[in-house]
């Protein structure tokens, strides 16, 4: 019986261009300005400090503003760069230089999911600020309403199950209560180890009915028993 569903952002309810084509070049032209204008600030400094021990060298400010946005380009989930870019899209969300994709049809299926009483969380390789903006700045006005809670890497890795026990222990639910819904095998592999349910959604392609995980094309082909 399925009491929580735990869901992916990027390809699962919103789409890959927009955080590719849209988030991740608006953080990347911005990153050397705001760590000019905000370096002194505590949260800030002590991200940077957290950037230099996972590049592992004793980095000076241009050399870690390189080394930033090395890793955007190379989609690499570091959390603190992943904290530096949920700063940075908080002024973008703010004076609305953009909004939040999210599909019409996980909108629908997210609000009957939550009518229904299944709980509703978030687990993405972008920080949970980030994840509460882009759910909060939508075409479809605030949706963070319908979560009871966000997961981001601090948690731990995505292709991990620990990060998957760790969820359902943080939730308080058997992982079996739970149902994962991401666009990668590598993450519903993980969260299937950890004992949860699984949908693998491919927006992009047909749906193949001998695949290891159950596939659905968008979120209204989601099905699963709540009683």
């Known amino acids: 019986m399925i009491r929580a569903i735990v869901t992916d952002i990027e390809g699962t309810t919103s789409?890959?261009?927009?955080?590719?084509?849209?988030?991740?070049?608006?953080?990347?032209?911005?990153?050397?300005?705001?760590?000019a204008e905000h370096k002194t600030d505590p949260a800030v400094r002590k991200l940077l400090?957290?950037?230099?021990?996972?590049?592992?060298?004793?980095l000076n400010e241009g050399e870690l503003i390189k080394q930033l946005i090395r890793w955007i380009d190379e989609d690499k989930k570091i959390t603190p760069l992943k904290a530096l870019q949920g700063m940075i899209w908080e002024a973008g969300y703010k004076q609305g230089h953009f909004k939040g994709h999210i599909y019409d049809d996980a909108v629908r299926r997210l609000k009957e999911w939550k009518a229904r009483g299944i709980r509703l969380y978030v687990f993405s390789s972008g920080s949970v600020q980030a994840q509460k903006l882009l759910f909060g700045h939508t075409g479809h006005g605030d949706l963070t309403p319908l979560f009871s809670g966000?997961?981001?890497?601090?948690?731990?890795?995505?292709?991990?199950?620990?990060?998957?026990?760790?969820?359902?222990?943080?939730?308080g639910?058997?992982?079996?209560?739970?149902?994962?819904?991401?666009?990668?095998?590598?993450?519903?592999?993980?969260?299937?180890?950890?004992?949860?349910e699984t949908e693998w959604l491919v927006r992009d392609g047909a749906v193949d009915t001998g695949a290891e995980h159950t596939q659905a094309g968008d979120f209204s082909m989601i099905h699963f028993e709540t009683k």
């Open 173 to 196: 639910l058997n992982p079996g209560e739970i149902l994962y819904l991401s666009d990668i095998k590598a993450e519903l592999d993980a969260a299937r180890e950890a004992g949860m």
């Open 15 to 35: 789409s890959l261009s927009f955080v590719k084509d849209v988030l991740f070049p608006y953080s990347r032209e911005r990153m050397a300005n705001f760590i």
């Open 49 to 58: 400090d957290e950037a230099k021990k996972a590049a592992n060298k004793n």
């Open 150 to 171: 966000y997961f981001d890497t601090a948690t731990g890795a995505k292709k991990d199950p620990a990060a998957y026990r760790a969820i359902a222990k943080a939730i």
